[in-house]
């Protein structure tokens, strides 16, 4: 069914930016709706931000104003530009697909294998 393969992460100081990138593996994909989670220290996984199949998006309170999700159908990848980071964003950053593959539509439903944000000083 393919796999997700993300990049993107890494070590920033507070106030600095990331782009997460997450890419579907494999060709005749479409794309319906795309997420990216987030698990920090001692916390449970919650979901960031959203991507539906229209375009629309949506996020969690704590993000909104600094990250932006956005897609890219034809390269069939997946963007979380982060800005102004600050520590308690410091997490694994997980991204999650659902869409069809093929003339048959088969329906995929793929997560990534996490990348770790850290933010500090």
């Known amino acids: 069914q393919g796999q997700l393969v993300e990049s993107g992460g890494g070590l920033v100081q507070p106030g600095g930016s990331l782009r997460l990138s997450c890419t579907y593996s494999?060709?005749?994909?479409?794309?319906?709706?795309a997420n990216w989670f987030r698990q920090g220290p001692d916390k449970q996984r919650e979901l960031v931000a959203e991507?539906?199949?229209?375009?629309?998006?949506s996020y969690i309170d704590s993000v909104k104003g600094r990250f932006t999700i956005s897609r890219d159908n034809a390269k069939k990848t997946v963007y979380l530009q982060m800005n102004n980071l600050k520590p308690e964003d410091t997490a694994v950053y997980s991204c999650?697909?659902?869409?069809?593959?093929?003339?048959?539509?088969?329906?995929?439903?793929?997560w990534g294998q996490g990348t770790q944000v850290t933010v500090a000083s």
């Open positions: 999650h697909m659902q869409g069809a593959r093929g003339a048959l539509a088969m329906l995929v439903d793929v």
């Open positions: 494999l060709s005749d994909f479409r794309i319906y709706t």
């Open positions: 991507v539906a199949s229209g375009g629309d998006t």
